[in-house]
């Protein structure tokens, strides 16, 4: 691979894995806790976040040069406000049913701070490919953890996965998974996994470093 | 298209030095500049907004009339087509004008009248809402003239504990209770004669009252109590204007 | 698990044979007649589900333990009494894979997260049942009458659901032994719908026939006496407990005989009597100073007679021990005692040097702890 895709690869990855905006920086949990309850909310508040995440990151991309820093943030929030608008419009013509399951987190991804985060740090200082490459590896990133999420509680809380029962009909609902304090227990649950998976890396490393 | 721009202008009138600028030297941008872009990215995302609005528009407004169509046809499952009215609360009916969110008058319940295929007045559907154990139950319910009894009952939204309260959409001894539960007026056509009430589990001995799901009472109760308030409002007025609804004008 | 060579501690050095592990096995006798008597009321479900639990407690602490993070041995009794104390809260015919599961969050989640016996904020055994109360609660609020015929040779049927899958009914099995499905209501869950007050002996004993109430408080009380009289438990915090449940219900019960039931079946119905004699006195979840005791045992009282009476719930005593423990490190700082020679607090005579912690004396501060993979921070 030569050094461009290289690099491109690895702005895309940062987000996806290195600093997943769930599992590693543990931002925007107010989504991720309150509309996990099953796979399709999870993957639709996903897909809706990482839209908006693209396209004010490009945007922002787009006009770094010409935005005073004094009126940055008031502009970054307009550009993100108005994408959240699109994607509140497209969810109620796609399906009501899942607008009323999403509730006020669609238009609340204004406040998410994956996004202005995102905004400010890199997308104001970079081209706009690469600032949308690197949106796009965020935004995947919270997919995956928000479906981790779903996934598991939809499971556990509903015994079905998109709605196809897993188990049968005599299938008997936890049903704390599907409540509040079911997102708090799944998510610390795949914090304590990723932070395993993570620690125990780091320690096959000291010992290969001893060992040479 | 210029209102969007007009806040953020005030916010940066009020603050024409930012602490932020404290490196040196230190760089001040002219207001005019500030102003200049942000109308420009104000107006860039009006357009974006408006595109947005209008290629939707038609998708949700039908979205929305299906959702309803399809609640009320749950509730009377002869009905083919709906149209939405109002009962006034001086007494008699008017057919809305202007669906979707524009404001009804205040006292004015609004109702469904369901039409089967032939144009004939195949029920009466109505909202009705009261507290439950989480939150309030909204319920949808179908009410039939000839029979004077309400014929079907249909969830709108609800926040009830899964696996207890939720049972009222899946319990069918509950859902029986809704084949034919009474709401005759009384002779004055100005209350029920009986009102409908949620009796406990397993003591149901009249046709207006209903068995409760044991182990589910508050939400049973409230989907009683939805009901009852939603007639006792409703009838007495729609009752004596049954005729004006007979067929699909 | 390597001990430590020196042991450093901060003063009192008491010597005596009192140890954890000493005082968790006598506290696990003093439930063997408890035990003893629940299983001869419900027969071999309660057996099964007393020992299934507990295994899984036992099973789950040791592969904590073997991670290296975790205070405490598997021969310290503590898991044992977290499983029996646990199964006791549960219904007879609680699922028993429902019960595993109880089990292991008692101790994952409640212990081992913390990092074992000694740290955790909560009560372990009520941690887990509070967890399957919020899972399962329509198999939580099951209860079958005692003293079945064939209780000893027969599982009442929701014992032995399939795991992942949800009990059989236990309403068609009772209507064959002749008994109606009201039958299996707790007489808390039965005054708090029906407005039936049991009365006392029955209460006591559940003897007199076909009532669903737990273990029976009489005995509770005889072994909590056990236990306190051989110093093994501090005496205050039942009588606290008990005491102020007792006040506030006689309080109400003057105020409105007819809408509140009398004090002596707001004790004696529920789990009141176990939870204040063995969950609200486990020693690492209420406050060590006497007074803090007094004040947290009278918190969990209230509480109880407040959640049982205003709330959705036919039961509060989990949630009002839970509570206080939350609460009982604060109880702990407003009730410290005063130093000998200081005064009140507040009034500190002239003079005095006042209170001078280790790091103002530049002292040296011993390591605690001596865990082989303690977490690095």
Redesign the interface.
């Known amino acids: 691979m030569n050094p461009a895709t290289t690099k491109t690869w690895d702005e895309f990855m940062e987000g996806v894995w290195r600093q997943n905006p769930v599992f590693v920086m543990v931002l925007g949990m107010c989504p991720t806790l309150a509309v996990t309850v099953s796979a399709v909310n999870a993957l639709s508040m996903g897909l809706a976040t990482l839209f908006v995440l693209v396209c004010s990151c490009g ?1 922002v991309s787009m ?1 770094r040069k ?6 940055r943030i ?2 970054y929030i ?2 993100i ?3 959240v ?2 994607v509140d ?2 969810i ?6 899942l607008y ?1 399951a999403l509730g006020a987190f669609i238009q609340l991804i204004v406040v998410n701070c994956i996004i202005l985060g995102r905004a400010e740090a890199h997308a104001a200082k970079n081209p706009p490919l690469p600032a949308m490459v690197n949106a796009t590896g965020m935004g995947i990133g919270f997919v995956i953890g928000l479906f981790a999420l779903g996934a598991v509680r939809e499971i556990l ?1 509903a015994g079905s996965l998109f709605g196809v029962s897993l188990f049968g009909p005599d299938f008997q ?1 936890w ?1 704390i998974m ?2 509040p304090p079911g997102g708090f227990f799944v998510l610390g649950g795949w914090l304590l996994l990723f932070s395993w998976i993570e620690r125990r890396k780091q320690r096959r490393l000291t010992e290969a470093t001893q060992n040479a | 298209m210029t209102k ?1 721009a007009n806040p ?1 202008v005030v ?2 009138g009020c ?1 024409p ?2 602490a ?2 404290a490196s040196p030297p230190p760089q001040v ?1 002219p207001t005019t ?2 102003i200049r ?2 109308g ?3 107006a ?2 009006g357009l ?2 408006v595109g ?2 209008q290629s ?1 528009y038609d ?2 407004a039908a ?2 009339r299906i ?1 309803t169509e399809r609640a009320v046809f749950k509730v009377i499952p002869a009905a083919k087509s709906i149209v939405e009215y109002l009962a006034l609360p001086a007494g008699g009916i008017e057919p809305r004008v202007g669906a979707g969110d524009t404001p009804i008058a205040p006292g004015a319940v609004k109702f469904f009248a369901a039409y089967d295929e032939r144009g004939q007045l195949a029920g009466i559907a109505a909202e009705g809402a009261a507290k439950g ?1 989480a939150d309030t139950v909204r319920i949808m319910f179908g009410y039939s003239p000839s029979c004077q009894c309400v014929v079907g009952i249909g969830v709108v ?1 609800m926040r009830e ?4 309260g939720d049972k009222i959409i899946t319990d069918k001894d509950f859902l029986a209770n809704f084949k034919a539960l009474d709401a005759k007026l009384s002779a004055d056509l100005a209350t029920l004669a009986n009102e409908v009430k949620t009796v ?1 589990h397993g003591t149901k001995a009249n046709p207006w009252q209903i068995d409760a799901i ?2 589910a ?2 939400t049973s109760r409230a989907v009683g109590k939805a009901i009852n308030d939603s007639a006792q409002a409703l009838l007495p007025r729609l009752v004596p204007n049954l005729d004006k609804l007979a067929s699909k004008s | 698990m390597t001990q430590p060579l020196i042991e450093i501690r901060s003063a009192p050095h008491v010597k005596g044979p009192r140890s954890v592990e000493m005082i968790m096995r006598h506290v696990v006798w003093s439930l063997l007649p408890i035990c003893a008597f629940y299983i001869f009321q419900y027969g071999i479900s309660a057996l099964a589900s007393i020992v299934v639990v507990t295994a899984t407690c036992l099973l789950a602490e040791r592969a904590f333990v073997r991670t290296g993070t975790q205070a405490g041995r598997l021969a310290d009794f503590s898991a044992v009494i977290t499983g029996v104390l646990l199964a006791l809260t549960l219904p007879p015919g609680f699922p028993l894979w429902m019960g595993a599961v109880a089990g292991l969050v008692a101790i994952a989640l409640g212990k081992a997260l913390f990092g074992g016996i000694g740290f955790n904020v909560f009560n372990p055994a009520l941690v887990g049942r509070a967890f399957v109360q919020a899972a399962f ?2 198999s939580i ?1 099951t209860y079958t009458p005692s003293f079945l015929a064939g209780r000893f040779t027969e599982f009442i049927p929701s014992s032995l659901a399939l795991p992942l899958m949800t009990p059989a009914g236990t309403a068609d099995w009772l209507q064959s032994k002749n008994l109606d ?1 009201l039958a299996g209501a707790t007489p808390l869950a039965k005054w708090k ?2 407005g039936v007050v049991a009365n006392a002996i029955e209460l006591l004993t559940s003897l007199s026939g076909h009532i669903a109430v737990g273990p029976a408080p009489a005995l509770i009380l005889l072994c909590g006496v056990y236990l306190a009289v051989r110093r093994f438990m501090d005496w205050r915090i039942p009588i606290a407990v008990l005491g102020s449940a007792a006040l506030t219900a006689w309080l109400l019960y003057a105020f409105d005989a007819a809408r509140y039931p009398n004090p002596f079946f707001m004790l004696f119905s529920g789990g009141l009597i176990l939870g204040a004699v063995y969950m609200a006195t486990d020693m690492v979840t209420s406050p060590v100073t006497p007074r803090g005791m007094w004040v947290y045992g009278a918190l969990i009282g209230l509480l109880t007679v407040v959640i049982r009476y205003y709330s ?1 719930l036919p039961e509060g005593v989990m949630y009002a021990i839970l509570i206080a423990n939350a609460a009982s490190p604060l109880i702990e700082k407003i009730t410290q005692p005063v130093t000998f020679g200081r005064g009140a607090p507040g009034r500190s005579r002239e003079g005095s040097p006042g209170y001078v912690s280790r790091t103002d004396a530049n002292a040296a501060i011993p390591k605690k702890r001596f865990l082989r993979n303690k977490p690095k921070k």
């Open positions: 945007l006009m010409i935005v005073p820093k004094e009126v008031a502009i307009v550009i406000a108005t994408f608008t699109v419009y497209a109620q013509a796609i399906s009501l049913a009323d809380g609902p049903v599907v409540l | 969007p953020p916010v940066s603050h030095a930012p932020g600028s941008t500049a500030m872009t942000m420009l990215v104000s860039i995302c974006i907004i947005a609005y939707t998708a949700v979205n929305k959702a154990y939204a504990t899964p696996g207890i406990k044991a182990g009472t508050i | 609660p329509t609020a499905a719908f029906d959705g």
